[in-house]
């Protein structure tokens, strides 16, 4: 179970209130203007979200809560209706590194270490990405053989590897090409235990990109946590048949 619900804001051309002085009220200045987001004082009636920096929050945060507006009092994880995680930006790849609360220190220590991992070209891959999403659809209409095909170039070693070079001028290139798409079907295994960490690689690999997960009732839900959000469950009986369905599926036995 995760604690919170990671999501994107926008807010470009929208109100967020910011109360304090200091440079704790600074630094969310800095960071709501970054973003596109106008500086409010608490009366702006159409502001959703606020920034507290005050030495005694507790009032304000009553208020603004009782106008339904979502609170963020630095260094207070117990007044915070969402926190704000470290971000590593290669627009418009953006990626967020948050721990509950728990330790802004970390999230920044884990972010530094991956600013020297991801390049920055990553967010010309994107855009390039984006521009294509038409001419995606019209190679491959149909949803999971296109998702089989962006699988395919971007993972480690492809056409489109993130961590490679050249990816973003090769997306012109491999959509005009002759690349295969791996068939849909039917893959299944038995989990070694119940700890997702003892999946093999393989094994992580198939259950992030499977259309389908097919599952015995007592498989973990740590391990159907590794599966995409948006992949079709269907629980199985023991010793079931798995229903016709197209797509990669992928089917977990205890």
């Known amino acids: 179970m995760i604690e919170s619900l990671p999501l994107f804001h926008r807010i470009s ?16 200045r800095r960071l709501v203007e970054r ?39 630095p260094d207070r994880p117990e007044l915070c209706d969402f926190i704000v995680p470290s971000i590593l ?29 991801l390049p920055p070209a990553l967010g010309g891959l994107a855009a390039a990405l984006g521009r294509a999403r038409e001419a995606l659809r019209a190679r491959w209409p149909d949803a999971s053989t296109r998702r089989r095909a962006l699988d395919a170039a971007l993972g480690e070693g492809g056409v489109l590897d993130p961590l490679g070079k ?7 290139a491999w959509l005009s090409g002759n690349s295969e798409v791996a068939a849909g079907g039917v893959v299944e295994f038995r989990l070694a235990s119940a700890d997702p960490d003892d999946l093999t690689l393989r094994q992580t690999r198939l259950l992030g990109s499977a259309d389908v997960i097919a599952h015995e009732p007592d498989v973990p839900p740590a391990i159907l946590d590794r599966a995409r959000a948006d992949a079709v469950r269907l629980v199985l009986g023991a010793g079931e048949a798995v229903p016709s369905r197209d797509g990669l599926i992928v089917v977990l036995r205890r």
Request: glycine share 14%.
């Open 13 to 28: 051309g929208q109100p967020v209130i910011v109360l304090g002085e200091g440079e704790a009220a600074a630094a969310k």
């Open 35 to 73: 973003a596109g987001g106008v500086v409010a004082g608490e009366i702006e009636p159409e502001a959703r979200l606020a920034f507290v920096a005050l030495g005694d929050p507790e009032a304000a945060v009553a208020r603004l809560r009782a106008r339904g507006v979502l609170v963020n009092v």
């Open 89 to 117: 930006d290669r627009s418009p790849v953006l990626l967020a590194i948050g721990t509950g609360g728990a330790s802004a220190g970390l999230a920044k220590a884990l972010r530094l270490r991956l600013e020297c991992l």
């Open 166 to 172: 050249g990816s973003a001028e090769a997306v012109d």
